[in-house]
C-alpha cells in the first residue's frame, strides 16, 4: 500500500521531468567574452541597424585587460555607407581628464579612425586592470547598405614599459542603413 502511494505521487513528477527541455539561451553582449578569448578589444553594440540619414553611437571596450597604461584602436569602416560624426573619450583610465590624455583622428576618405589613448597616473598606479570603455564613436548612415568595423593589426594595448599586450580577441561590428 505504501509503495501504491509513492508510485502514485512520484509518477506526475516524473512525467513532467522528463517532459521539460533545457533552454538555451542566447546572449549577444560583446562584453561576454569567453575567459580564454581575453584581453579583448570589442564593439558594442556589435550589431547595429539605423534608418538613413540617421546616426548610431558605438563604443569601443577593452574587455578584461591587465596592466594597461597606452591603447591604440585603429578601426575601418565604408566611408561609402557611414560618416563619423563625433568621437567621445571613454572611462577606462576614468572619468578625470587629467589622469589621461586622448586623441581621436578620423579620415572618411579611406574610412580609418585612429584612437590613441594614454594613463598618466598617479601617485599610486601606472596602469589600470580590468574592463572599461575606450571611446563611443557617433557614425550617420550616409548611403543605404552594410559596414563592417574592424580593428585593425595596428590596434595594440600596451604597459607602463611600452611593452605590447596581446589582444587574444580583436570583436567585430555591422551597421547596416536601410531605407525609411
Known sequence: MRLTKFKIHFLPILIFLLACQATELGYDNPLDVPSDEVPAIVFEPSI??????????????????????????????????????????????????????????????PGTIVIDYFYLGNSESR???????????????????????EFTSKTELVDKDDIQINIRSRGQGNIDVIQQ
Not at 591603447?71 to 589621461?100: C, K, M, P
Not at 596602469?127 to 568595423?149: E, H, M, R, W
Request: overall charge negative; charged content about 15%.
Open 48 to 109: 547595429e541597424q539605423i534608418p538613413l540619414l540617421s546616426s548610431s553611437l558605438i563604443n569601443v571596450f577593452a574587455v578584461e585587460v591587465e596592466n594597461v597604461t597606452g591603447i591604440r584602436a585603429e578601426i575601418t569602416y565604408d566611408n561609402n555607407i557611414l560618416q563619423v560624426s563625433d568621437i567621445a573619450r571613454g572611462d577606462l583610465f576614468g572619468q578625470n581628464s587629467q589622469n589621461s590624455l586622448f586623441f581621436a583622428n578620423y579620415q572618411d576618405n
Open 127 to 149: 596602469s589600470v586592470s580590468g574592463t572599461g570603455k575606450i571611446a563611443s564613436i557617433l557614425f550617420k548612415g550616409n548611403a543605404v547598405g552594410a559596414s563592417g568595423l
